[in-house]
Nanobody, 118 residues
Framework: QVQLVESGGGLVQPGGSLRLSCAASGSIFGILNMGWYRQAPGKQRELVAQITSGDSTNYADSVKGRFTISRDNAKNTVYLQMNSLKPEDTAVYYC????????????WGQGTQVTVSS
């Protein structure tokens, strides 16, 4: 079994910063990707940022230059540094983990709320 525990969400003013963390535990092997998705009210869940096992990164156009994804392999933890936050970044942010094996396994965190408002 795999568990993802997220932390770091909250309320921040426009232009502010937050850092999200997601720690994975359990039967962690064959990590393909770790990443962050978000879902705003009334909208579909969308990819925010992703980092592969080879440390390649991929960002949504809306966050390029403002958000940075990183990982600590020893801790099985992925981070999302969010700078210059905008009201449109308000959403529930979900951690995502994709594992290789006999079949691809996908896991999600419980979500953490990020609210950008003055």
């Amino acid at each position: 079994q795999v568990q993802l525990v997220e932390s770091g969400g909250g309320l921040v003013q426009p232009g502010g910063s937050l850092r999200l963390s997601c720690a994975a535990s359990g039967s962690i092997f064959g990590i393909l990707n770790m990443g962050w998705y978000r879902q705003a009210p009334g909208k579909q869940r969308e990819l925010v940022a992703q980092i592969t096992s080879g440390d390649s990164t991929n960002y949504a156009d809306s966050v390029k230059g403002r958000f940075t994804i990183s990982r600590d392999n020893a801790k099985n933890t992925v981070y999302l540094q969010m700078n210059s936050l905008k009201p449109e970044d308000t959403a529930v942010y979900y951690c995502n983990l994709v594992l290789a094996g006999l079949a691809i396994r996908v896991y999600w965190g419980q979500g953490t709320q990020v609210t950008v408002s003055s």
